[in-house]
Structure formats: structure tokens, C-alpha cells
């Protein structure tokens, strides 16, 4: 999952996020807009890092949302 601090573009990065789709490989669960410490959350699978970590900079260069990527880790997976 990503975490998404705005830095710019408002109105245009909402609408960015809304229209949002998943590049190849990619697979976009959901898209939040927040309250707190940060105003959105991309929740997302990826193959690996390297493709979750292009998607995640595409994406913050694209709305100039400060981004912060977690791995998280299903519980029926442990």
C-alpha cells in the first residue's frame, strides 16, 4: 500500500487518482482519500518490487503526492 501527503497539484491529482489505471502488471485494489496524517492510500499488488516500485514513482510524479510504500502481508498468509 502507498500513503499519499499532497505537495501540489490539488484538484488535478484528485482527478489523476479517480481516472487511475493499473499499468501492466499491476493490480489496483483500491484507491482512498483520507483524513489525518495522510489524505489518500493506493492499495495495490505488484510482482515484485522493482514493478511496485516504478508504479509508486510514475504515480507521485504524476500528482506530486509525497508517497510512502508499506508491504503488507496478509494474516492468512503468516
Same mark, same amino acid.
Given at each position: 500500500?502507498?500513503?499519499? &501527503? %499532497? =505537495?501540489? =497539484?490539488?484538484?488535478?491529482?484528485?482527478?489523476? &487518482?479517480?481516472? &487511475?489505471?493499473? %499499468?501492466?502488471?499491476? =493490480? +489496483?485494489?483500491? +484507491?482512498?482519500?483520507?483524513?489525518?496524517?495522510?489524505?489518500?492510500? +493506493?492499495? *495495490?499488488?505488484? %510482482? #515484485?518490487?522493482? /514493478?511496485?516500485?516504478? *508504479?509508486?514513482?510514475?504515480?507521485? *510524479? /504524476?500528482? !506530486?503526492?509525497?508517497?510512502?510504500? &508499506?508491504?503488507?502481508? %496478509?494474516? #492468512? !498468509?503468516?
Amino acid at each position: 500500500m502507498t500513503l499519499m &501527503l %499532497p =505537495k501540489g =497539484k490539488g484538484a488535478d491529482a484528485v482527478k489523476y &487518482l479517480k481516472e &487511475l489505471k493499473a %499499468p501492466t502488471g499491476i =493490480k +489496483i485494489r483500491e +484507491i482512498y482519500f483520507t483524513f489525518g496524517r495522510y489524505d489518500g492510500m +493506493i492499495v *495495490f499488488e505488484a %510482482p #515484485n518490487e522493482a /514493478s511496485a516500485m516504478k *508504479f509508486v514513482m510514475e504515480t507521485g *510524479f /504524476s500528482t !506530486q503526492y509525497a508517497m510512502e510504500t &508499506l508491504v503488507a502481508v %496478509p494474516t #492468512n !498468509q503468516i
